[in-house]
């Protein structure tokens, strides 16, 4: 998602440098205002929507903020890897040279989600003189690849012939790309709680779906079905940012092969993921995004009975001049209005504080 205070060079900066473009992320998000510009107000809809959805006790006057401190957290997760020395920052539990040592002679899957600031994995990897492969969605890869590689690079430092190989994470040849790099011994990263490849997953019935707070969220198998099949360690990694200048990276024990094929395995990878955001919301990037398929709009008898409920249900956005709203208890689309759109407009700005 391209947003403003959001585009940096894959340069290596100091920490003066990074405090500063810290700063002005933090205070550029916090002051914005929302409804200014289309993409960052469709963002901002999507948000509350998937907040109404999962975490219903989410009052309407809190989601501005919640909205704030992900879209700077998630700059911030690309900002960090640009910092040459984080160490007075990030809090390492977990991660030492048994778990090193046991990752590079049982390579496995390392899973993680989009929190805190997990792109700091890969510099770790790197800097271990580990390399890897990492699965990335088709849009980020075109946009990002190319720095992922440089600052994977430049973390390996003298760790000659370290590299990182990148999986698109939607071609339907994934799967084999995994299994090439599970055979050269790399160990693959994966941000499970993505939506990439999800496509794709529903035509191959590749989804599984789970509790999630008080809703239902499909999410993909194939991680747990390929470590099943390639007989591969799942490791766990849980990244939070509880303050501004405050990383966390954990690495718990890994999952062994012999439990892969548990049943609750794929619940269990999620259960974390779950507590955190069910206690810190702004912590996961997920609220930004739709995590069940859209589908058409309400009945029309619906609407008509329940429109002064629908009214706290529905969050209004545009696409190329055109008014739309996603409905929080299906998180589906539907077209409105141009009345209809400043009726919910007014209400949404009302309820986080633009009058």
Known sequence: MDLPGGNYKPNLM???????????????WSQCDLF???E?????SFCCANLRHFRPSTLGSDMSHIFREITARQILAALDVHHVALDE????TGWDQTWVDRLRRAPGIICTYHTGSYRLICRLLAASGISAALLLSADVLKKQGPDFLEIYRQ??????GVQLDLIDAERPTSLMAMARAARAGLPILAYIDGNAGAGAASRSNNLAEICFLAGRMPVRRGITRFASYAKLPIYPVRCTRPAWRHIHLEFPPPISENEINKPANIERLYAPLIQLVDRTPHEWEGWLYRHTPAIS???????????DALLDELFP????????AVYGQTLSSI?????????????QRKANGFG
């Open 317 to 324: 956005f545009t696409v190329n001049g055109r008014t739309y």
């Open 36 to 38: 200014d510009n289309a």
């Open 40 to 44: 960052v107000h469709r963002n901002f």
């Open 14 to 28: 100091n920490r003066v440098s990074y405090d500063k473009q810290l700063e002005d992320i933090v205070r550029y």
């Open 89 to 92: 920052s990030v809090r390492i």
């Open 297 to 307: 709009g309400l009945r029309e008898n619906h609407q008509k009975h329940h429109a």
């Open 335 to 347: 077209a409105v209005d141009k009345p209809v759109y400043n009726a919910l407009l007014q209400r």
């Open 155 to 160: 973390a390996a430092g003298a760790h000659a």
